[in-house]
């Protein structure tokens, strides 16, 4: 799986956009851009993941860079139960790995009032 | 919303004994992971499972760890002799056929004295 480099930090103002970037320079063409979250040593949540297409959901946006090589998730409106460490992590969407992540250290996003 | 239940929440332990983790994966997944994550510390991937069979597994997971699912439900990790080291949280995962996110458990956070 390719490497990737996160901030180890950010920080955000409640009720503004939260602009969290990923650099995964060495991405390969099969691999998709997935991004979890861990909340105060919960287990990690799922947020989103693309290939190469910005995507929405409810919880989140992702940009892909045209030459894939980085990305930001983006917290339209953060609220202070979104401070948590984001994982932007790199990998194949299925076969042998069987769905294997490697988490780095993240970024912590704190959100202050 | 379906979701991943482990049980414990939390263990102590005497180093040298045995302990046996438990899961209940969401319904009608079928790829079973555990990972841990020592206090202050990332994420580490310890053992995928399908099929019945170990999948993949990381070098930490060496004899002492043993994975099983004992009837159509549970899905346990057994540390044989536990050492200090063994001291984490351990996260279970699930991921369905067709679907690339894991859902992750809330933990069984395991204390060896």
């Known amino acids: 799986d390719a490497k990737t480099t996160q901030p180890p930090s950010m920080d955000c103002a409640e009720g503004r956009a939260a602009n969290l970037p990923c650099n995964h320079s060495?991405?390969?063409?099969?691999?998709?851009v997935y991004w979890y979250r861990q909340i105060h040593s919960q287990g990690p949540q799922y947020i989103i993941h693309g290939l190469k297409n910005n995507e929405t959901n409810e919880m989140a946006s992702l940009i892909i860079t045209e030459d894939r090589k980085s990305s930001t998730l983006i917290l339209p409106h953060a609220t202070l139960r979104d401070t948590a460490v984001y994982y932007c992590i790199v990998r194949v969407r299925s076969g042998t790995s069987y769905g294997k992540l490697t988490f780095g250290q993240g970024t912590i996003l704190t959100v202050h009032p | 919303e379906p979701e991943v239940t482990q049980t414990p929440s939390h263990q102590v332990t005497q180093m040298g004994q045995e302990v046996i983790l438990r899961c209940v994966p969401i319904s009608n997944h079928l790829y079973f992971y555990w990972y841990r994550q020592i206090l202050g510390q990332k994420v580490e991937f310890l053992v995928s499972f399908y099929n019945n069979e170990i999948s993949e597994k990381s070098e930490i997971f060496d004899d002492q760890f043993s994975v099983e699912r004992p009837d159509g439900s549970n899905f346990t990790l057994k540390i044989r002799s536990t050492k200090l080291e063994d001291s984490a949280m351990y996260f279970c995962?699930?991921?369905?056929?067709?679907?690339?996110?894991?859902?992750f458990g809330q933990g069984t956070r395991l204390t060896v004295v």
């Open positions: 060495t991405i390969s063409g099969n691999e998709y």
């Open positions: 995962a699930s991921r369905g056929t067709g679907s690339t996110e894991a859902f």
